[in-house]
């Protein structure tokens, strides 16, 4: 087992890390940039090492300044939470070669699931149905026969992307160039790649991911499966686990699913399969993300396991503890995502936290790096918290998760809490029969009876215009703040310039 291990991440994931570690007796190592230097996860950890400047690409993205950290802290491995470095195979290799253990997969299958064609193309190897789309990335000559082969309306994807970032719904063919050259453009900005490839759309699809974990030896389990539909342009907002839209059939078929591509590609550590299901209940492979999800924690809350722990142990080369007997599901869990947002702007709202009220109670979960007096930059991703909550019942724990939002106060930064308390009252949530529409349906409906909330929608602003905002704000929806050498906002001006624009499009 490893002795030191350094957390190449920052805010509430890399405190969740550092917890872990110290249950297990590793000791730990912050990264931290200059906006960080007094941030919660600095002052866990048994030691810190500033790794650059406030911009995530002069810092946390800083490879070659993370490894050297790392060396002379004498760490022996690197956890690098999610976002960031987290599925980068450049950065696993330059760990490998430093001869430190990156926690996490093995470099040649983060980079197969990166390439969104190949891991389609891999999935169907292992037998997992897909949805319907092109086999290669597509030229703008192509993408019109493409598109009228497969039928609109289809989705654009970036075949390098995550985090819904460049996924486009073109609804007939007039739209589809102009769609083309923009999510191009957004990719190249988010991913240093814009090949695009197009895939048939699903109409009313729920969102459904299967948590998975493996060892060296070969070893696969499932931890069960989570819906994650409750969504803001393709950013999930709310997660819970287990999903009510899947009868037992359907759920073993698709638990085994996940675990046959995982054997296919020889994964080793803990990953995320990730589902549309249909109206009839059919499910299609979407993607695979390589790392520790956001919202891993509603897993935890419901199997009773430590996937960081499992995490850090696959990759100190242990055999898995566990058989797929003794995993089983107690109960049910609910996560709401807490953003520092503008109300109007949907933008990130900076500041310093003048006072803080965290929920807490029985079967009460959150994870967060807030504290009084801790300051909010626009440097990185608005999350600042997510709260989650258990009950025997799905009833219950939406229950249970409503009062503790009810009780969560946060002054000093403007927040998403009136909108996450708004989805849990609403009736399509509390039926479980929302899809990945649900919030652009739900919205119409609350403000014609007046409500206002925060984070849901910038009023007048239309899908050309977000593409252009998220090219500026690349990492609104990433839970650790910007993809590699991109940084969302690299100055308090730019972020009054998006403002600005934002204010003008919704005077159109």
């Not at 995530?56 to 802290?73: D, H, P, W």
């Not at 258990?390 to 409503?402: F, K, M, P, Q």
């Not at 239309?462 to 593409?467: F, G, K, P, Q």
């Amino acid at each position: 087992m490893f002795s030191k291990v350094l957390v190449a991440n920052r805010g509430e994931i890399a405190c969740r890390i550092i917890r872990t570690c110290r249950r297990m007796g590793i000791a730990t190592v912050a990264a931290y940039s200059d906006a960080d230097a007094s941030a919660l996860h600095v002052r866990i950890a048994d030691e810190a090492y500033r790794v650059g400047q406030a911009p995530a690409e002069q810092s946390y993205l800083k490879m070659e300044a993370i490894v050297e950290a790392a060396l002379k802290s004498g760490a022996d491995a690197v956890h690098p939470g999610y976002g960031f470095l987290s599925q980068n195979a450049a950065f696993a290799r330059l760990c490998h070669e430093n001869g430190l253990v990156f926690i996490g997969p093995r470099p040649e299958v983060l980079e197969m699931m990166k390439d969104k064609v190949e891991a389609r193309r891999l999935a169907q190897e292992a037998g997992l149905p897909l949805i319907p789309g092109t086999t290669t990335t597509v030229s703008d000559d192509e993408a019109l026969a493409e598109a009228d082969a497969l039928g609109f309306p289809v989705m654009v994807k970036a075949a390098q992307g995550g985090g819904g970032i460049g996924i486009t719904l073109v609804s007939g063919p007039q739209r589809l160039k102009g769609v083309l050259a923009r999510a191009r453009r957004l990719a190249r900005a988010a991913f240093g790649n814009g090949e695009l490839y197009l895939e048939q759309y699903v109409d009313g699809a729920a969102h459904v991911e299967v948590q998975v974990v493996g060892d060296d030896y070969g070893n696969i389990l499932h931890l069960y499966e989570r819906e994650c539909s409750v969504q803001r342009r393709n950013q999930k907002v709310v997660e819970e686990a287990p999903s009510k839209k899947l009868s037992s059939r359907r759920r073993t078929a698709l638990l085994e699913a996940a675990v046959a591509l995982c054997r296919h590609i020889g994964y080793s550590g803990v990953g995320t399969v990730e589902f549309l299901l249909d109206r009839k209940g059919r499910f299609y492979f979407m993607e695979m993300n390589t790392r520790l999800q956001v919202e891993h924690g509603i897993t935890e809350l419901i199997t009773g396991l430590d996937m960081v722990e499992l995490q850090i142990r696959a990759s100190a080369g242990e055999h898995l503890a566990l058989t797929q007997k003794r995993v089983y599901v107690r109960g049910h869990a609910v996560e709401a995502r807490v953003y520092a947002e503008d109300p109007e702007t949907f933008l990130p709202s900076a500041g310093v936290v003048q006072d803080l009220a965290v929920p807490h109670g029985k079967s009460i979960r959150v994870d967060t790096a807030l504290y009084k007096g801790c300051e909010i930059t626009t440097y990185y991703d608005p999350l600042v918290a997510k709260v989650m909550a258990w009950s025997r019942t799905r009833r219950g724990s939406i229950n249970r998760l409503g009062k503790a939002l009810e009780s969560f106060k946060i002054e000093g930064v403007k927040t998403n809490l009136e909108t996450l308390k708004a989805v849990l009252v609403s009736r399509g949530f509390r039926s479980g029969t929302y899809d990945t529409q649900f919030l652009s349906k739900l919205i119409p409906r609350l403000k014609r009876r007046g409500q206002v909330l925060a984070g849901l929608e910038a009023p007048g602003v239309h899908e050309r215009d977000v593409a252009a905002v998220v090219a500026l704000a690349l990492a609104m929806g990433t839970p650790s703040g910007g993809r590699e050498g991109v940084s969302p906002w690299k100055t308090q001006g730019r972020y009054a310039q998006m403002t600005s624009r934002m204010q003008s499009w919704r005077r159109m």
